[in-house]
């Protein structure tokens, strides 16, 4: 077996939230930096929640910033089974599991319960009433061999039978934390409808793939001490337990999914006249999610009821970033930066905070792990995004934009081929912060003619002022554009170039007024780039435009 296997077992109930994402990135930094291996494992033991949809997004995304595993499911070229321990969705393993529920019941170490919902909704308030929080024992005057008969025809989830004794976990990042006994109950391990919960189940798991590192976060240390008490009595060897440490927003709120449902929440109120149809679902799960804020519109609805409403989500999943335009290598680097860092520094003494997948790998250590909650801070992740952006090769970039745009801006497509992208690249990759952005510098190419708005300021200081005014160089210009063959962007700024010296005057007295007309302000690409994206025929009717607005 080898010697360290790390694991990332997602729920497939949504999408991959960002806090995940680092998770499986540290498990597979971690692995593969001792030579290990990594495990990833689709928990969906809760039926009525997961989906096959889901499982696929998470596979996609994680492959997508190149986090592959090395057992698990087939796609994306990860994943495979050469260890022989799947399968890796859980629902698939029920058999494992009966065999570990039939060891623990013939030990004596769990056993059926036959309380209803509603009879464990009164335990919980009686508790309440005497302020205590609910533990759940087995009662002393239980039958089990009784109970085991009839179960074979009643409803009942299975318990395990916590051991009478506080429960130390020994975290590698946290150190030892003790649990006491008072604190545990006795855990449900098999649901009503037979399924394992997610207490047992990856218990079993962990054992049966020869985890030996179990890296996850915070969220889940309060669960650590039973899966401990399990590991335990099943007679499994206890992994090491890393819990990673939570991240939060700017403001200290948990980075929940819930956030974007919250953003379109008080939009929606703001507005005031939002109807079922706007949100694209019926009126009565329209009006059940107006009323209980615990309910949450689906993704595939949130999203463009946000358009609608205009409301900005924040990003909170992967595929809230992949549809940003962030780039994969970006969000990798920054992420492996929240709660840990390498320590060490470059040459000029800077903190070394830009990597590769290398060399996290290659020094990735829990000792290096902070204990504290981490902050969320976008402007960072930007400033990485745009330094990326601006760094690629030309040709790097434009295969990127393309890729983009194949998923989330099909009509940019439709109006830019290859090799204009990659006439337009290097204007757009100095401005563009996000691939998502990158319309912005070249806006004006998917504007009509006469809908383009000229700047004030920008017509005042550019084509208003000086001797001779802009307005005059443009319209004493005009008629050489047409001639121009071919319209191509060496050959338009020869001729704008000579047109200058010709009549001894400076390259932006006739270049800016160009820039006014093609755009509506003064900053555009390279003149010759943005004319010729622009089409002969189109720069000559923004032109004509131009004079006679400013002739009216």
Not at 92 to 112: C, H, N, S, V, W
Not at 384 to 406: Q, Y
Request: some cysteine; proline content about 5%.
């Amino acid at each position: 077996m080898t010697d360290t296997i790390t694991r990332f077992a997602p729920s497939p109930t949504g999408h991959l939230h960002i806090g995940g994402a680092r998770t499986a990135l540290f498990c597979a930094a971690y692995a593969h930096g001792r030579s290990g291996r990594f495990a990833l494992r689709i928990e969906d033991t809760d039926q009525k929640r997961s989906s096959e949809a889901a499982a696929a997004g998470i596979l996609d995304d994680l492959a997508w910033l190149g986090i592959c595993w090395d057992d698990g499911p087939e796609a994306n070229g990860c994943g495979g089974d050469d260890r022989k321990v799947g399968p890796y969705y859980q629902s698939q393993r029920r058999e494992i599991y009966d065999r570990y529920f039939t060891k623990l019941i013939e030990m004596g170490l769990a056993y059926p319960a036959f309380d209803t919902p509603e009879e464990l909704a009164e335990m919980r308030k009686a508790a309440e009433a005497q302020k205590k929080t609910f533990i759940y024992r087995q009662q002393a005057d239980y039958d089990h061999a009784q109970a085991m008969e009839l179960a074979k025809t009643e409803g009942h989830v299975l318990r395990f039978k916590m051991p009478a004794e506080p429960v130390v976990v020994n975290d590698e990042i946290l150190g030892e934390v003790t649990f006491p006994y008072e604190e545990l109950d006795d855990l449900v391990i098999r649901k009503r409808d037979g399924f394992p919960t997610y207490h047992f189940a990856v218990v079993v798991d962990d054992e049966t793939m020869g985890v030996t590192h179990v890296v996850r976060g915070q969220e889940h240390l309060n669960n650590t001490p039973r899966h401990v008490a399990l590991i335990k009595a099943l007679g499994f060897d206890v992994p090491k337990f890393a819990h990673l440490p939570l991240i939060f927003n700017p403001d200290g709120s948990k980075m929940s999914k819930r956030d974007k449902d919250k953003a379109v929440r008080a939009a929606v109120k703001a507005a005031g006249d939002v109807t079922a149809s706007d949100a694209g679902v019926d009126e009565r799960d329209f009006a059940k999610w107006q009323k209980d804020k615990s309910v949450q519109l689906p993704q595939d609805k949130l999203v463009p009821l946000a358009a609608k409403l205009g409301v900005e989500l924040p990003e909170i999943d992967v595929e809230d970033f992949r549809r940003s335009g962030y780039l994969p290598e970006a969000i990798v680097n920054y992420i492996a930066l929240l709660g840990w860092n390498p320590g060490e520094r470059d040459d000029e003494g800077n903190e070394i905070e830009r990597f590769d997948r290398a060399y996290l790998d290659s020094k990735f250590a829990f000792d290096r792990v902070g204990k504290k909650a981490s902050k969320f801070d976008r402007d960072k992740l930007r400033a990485f995004n745009f330094d990326l952006i601006k760094s690629m090769d030309p040709g790097d970039f434009v295969e990127a934009w393309r890729t983009w745009c194949e998923r989330y801006d099909a009509a940019l497509l439709e109006t830019l081929d290859k090799d204009a992208m990659l006439q337009l690249a290097p204007a757009v990759q100095q401005r563009a912060v996000t691939l998502g952005e990158a319309r912005g510098p070249i806006a004006f190419l998917f504007t009509e003619t006469d809908t383009i708005e000229y700047d004030e300021k920008a017509v005042k200081k550019h084509v208003l002022k000086g001797e001779p005014a802009g307005l005059d160089v443009l319209r004493d210009f005009a008629p050489k554009l047409a001639a121009i063959e071919p319209f191509a962007p060496e050959v338009i700024e020869e001729t704008i170039s000579s047109h200058c010296q010709t009549n001894e005057l400076n390259m932006g007295k006739l270049a800016q007024p160009i820039r006014v007309a093609m755009t509506g302000a003064a900053v555009s690409p390279p003149l010759g780039i943005t004319l010729s994206s622009l089409g002969k025929d189109t720069v000559v009717a923004r032109v004509d435009r131009f004079l006679k607005f400013m002739d009216a």
